[in-house]
């Protein structure tokens, strides 16, 4: 349900004047000093807990936020009793907490942007999820959906609450399915998951945000450690369902600091704040000109394919910071790991919100091998898949930006299903409802190179190159030595110049002489032009014609689309 904001008279905040023991180090800290600290011990950096009023403090524009009213509920609807009667449990619980449960909803400003928020208190009954929870969450979700506004919620939560039995076991579907409506309706959600969030608030609402934030040193799960070491009889590994292990993980977009969560969230709010127009006036933005064109001079394939190699040439980090305005990089594939093979997030250039997508060598030996040297493994496919999907749901237009010698070929990447990977985010951007862009800025590597390469545009740098095989395999396979491999690069003609004239490549990009590692600076300001052009272009083209021309496209490459369909005659049965 949904409910009307209204002002509610809100409890005064504890007295902190004292000494607190910081309940990680034991370091005892002087609660004025802690206050200015948000809560975070000096000496570990720890992050104490926080009632749901000190959240919303932290996040909110000051005084912007209107607490909605709820209509009384069910309090009890078990008549539970255990060494307390269930209602005395709750009456104690609201005189610590200040709170009338253990979820405050209301709508506030970020930045100036207005949104819903849902603030967990740990303090009322370990924040555990009964009736009201589930009402209150869902009723935020419904005011989101009523004022076509952001959500952001904030969990903080032991699981289900027990006294409610299976009524609060389905509040886990009640919350979900609010949060399903959202999706659906393209409205934007964040979820902050704090110490600690487990059970079913963890395995429902709280991991189903558009963005999944972990504060620093959180405990994130579905069964706490204690049980799981009492099921399973396991000794668990070190950091175990912290906040930093669901990163490496793959579970969640981003770890940060308390004092970093508030300028996080006006920015994930600004970068989804809907299409931006750009502004005529703003530096770097296209021009009238023609597009990027193939009248550069012809270039030695092997020469091409050793200056796309170049450890100096710039990298996908690289042209994000310089070719685009802002660039907020989101993590993991949401079930296995974070592949740093493959970078990805929301980005700003020149007036407009996108998505990017890239794979990342890195520069020095430390970078590369960190980054298996841009060799992504399935979890970096499905983390790419999974932006997609975000870019679709938020109607961004996607840039891709390609550099690798390949997919990872080793044995775990088979496990996990690198094939499988790699044709479903071929297969779901070639259906994608929202303008693709595609650049080659290096290496172009066989299968795991083209999933990321199937757009609407595909631009091609002038010493960048897409390959079925590297050209040393190929001599391999073909000539008995890889030592051929620039025998192989020439027949198999090697280079941006190839690409456009078959018509794979819709431009091509100049570089600086000598190559885009000679002048980084000015080969992001042709990339920039370039991406700004395109973007133009395909602004204005409604989702059909998109998908529809995109299709086309594919099916031209290599010949006549519609050759086989003319000649194919009807098969007349023998004796007939």
């Known amino acids: 349900m949904t409910s009307t904001a209204t002002p509610v008279p809100q409890p005064a905040p504890p007295d902190r004047a004292g000494w607190t023991s910081c309940p990680d180090c034991g370091w005892l800290l002087y609660g004025k000093r802690l206050d200015r600290n948000l809560q975070v011990c000096p000496e570990c950096d720890h992050h104490l807990r926080l009632g749901a009023r000190a959240r919303i403090d932290l996040i909110a524009d000051p005084g912007s936020f209107a607490e909605a009213g709820f209509p009384p509920g069910v309090a009890d609807p078990l008549t539970f009793t255990d060494l307390r009667g269930y209602p005395e449990r709750l009456q104690e619980a609201a005189l610590r907490s200040g709170e009338s449960e253990a979820v405050v909803v209301g709508v506030a400003r970020m930045g100036g942007i207005e949104v819903v928020l849902a603030v967990m208190d740990f303090a009322f009954l370990g924040g555990s999820m009964g009736v009201e929870v589930g009402r209150r969450v869902s009723g935020a979700a419904g005011l989101a959906l009523d004022r076509a506004l952001p959500l952001v919620t904030v969990c903080a939560s032991g699981g289900a609450r027990m006294q409610e039995g ?7 579907a009640r919350a979900s399915e609010a949060f399903g409506r959202l999706r659906e309706a393209g409205l934007f959600s964040v979820c902050v998951l704090t110490d600690p969030t487990y059970g079913g608030v963890s395995a429902s609402f709280a991991t189903l945000g558009s963005i999944l934030i972990a504060e620093r040193g959180a405990h994130v799960g579905f069964a706490g450690p204690r049980v799981v070491q009492q099921t399973i009889r396991a000794e668990l590994p070190p950091g175990f369902q912290t906040a930093e292990f669901l990163l490496a993980h793959g579970l969640v977009d981003r770890v940060e600091s308390r004092a970093e969560l508030r300028p996080l969230l006006i920015r994930l709010l600004a970068l989804h704040g ?4 750009p502004d005529a006036g703003v530096p770097g933005t296209a021009d009238d000109g023609p597009p990027a064109v193939c ?20 990298t996908t980090l690289d042209y994000l910071h310089t070719a685009f305005d802002d660039f907020l990089e989101l993590h993991g594939d949401r079930a296995f790991a974070d592949d740093p093979a493959v970078v990805g997030g929301v980005a700003a250039i020149g007036g407009r919100r996108v998505v990017v997508i890239g794979q990342e060598k890195g520069h020095s030996v430390r970078e590369r091998v960190s980054r298996n040297f841009g060799m992504p493994h399935p979890e970096g496919y499905r983390k790419a898949l999974r932006l997609l999907e975000h870019a679709e749901a938020f ?5 891709t930006l390609v550099d690798t010698p390949g997919a990872h070929p080793g044995p775990e990447a088979e496990e996990r299903g690198q094939s499988h990977a790699i044709a479903e985010i071929i297969l779901r951007s070639s259906r994608l409802r929202v303008p693709v862009v595609a650049v080659v800025t290096g290496e172009g590597g066989s299968g795991g190179a083209l999933a990321l390469c199937t757009a609407d545009r595909l631009l091609v740098l002038q010493n960048a190159y897409l390959s ?7 001599a391999a396979i073909l000539w008995r030595t890889a030592t051929e491999a620039p025998t192989a690069a020439r027949a198999m003609r090697l280079g941006a110049a190839h690409l456009y004239e078959a018509g794979i490549a819709t431009g091509v990009v100049p570089e600086p002489p000598g190559g885009a590692h000679t002048d980084p600076v000015a080969a992001a300001d042709a990339l920039r032009a370039e991406l700004l052009r395109e973007l133009d272009d395909l602004a204005g083209v409604d989702v059909g014609t998109l998908v529809a021309e995109r299709s086309r496209r594919l099916a031209g490459i290599g010949g006549d689309a519609g050759h086989v369909l003319r000649t194919l005659q009807p098969v007349v049965p023998a004796g007939s």
């Open 468 to 474: 079925v095989i590297s050209p040393e395999g190929c």
């Open 395 to 399: 109607g961004l237009p996607v840039v």
């Open 295 to 314: 009248d550069l001079p012809a270039e030695d394939p092997w020469q091409v394919v050793q200056r796309a190699r170049v450890v100096d040439r710039p």
């Open 274 to 277: 809907g299409d931006a127009t």
């Open 166 to 172: 299976v009524f609060s076991l389905f509040q886990m």
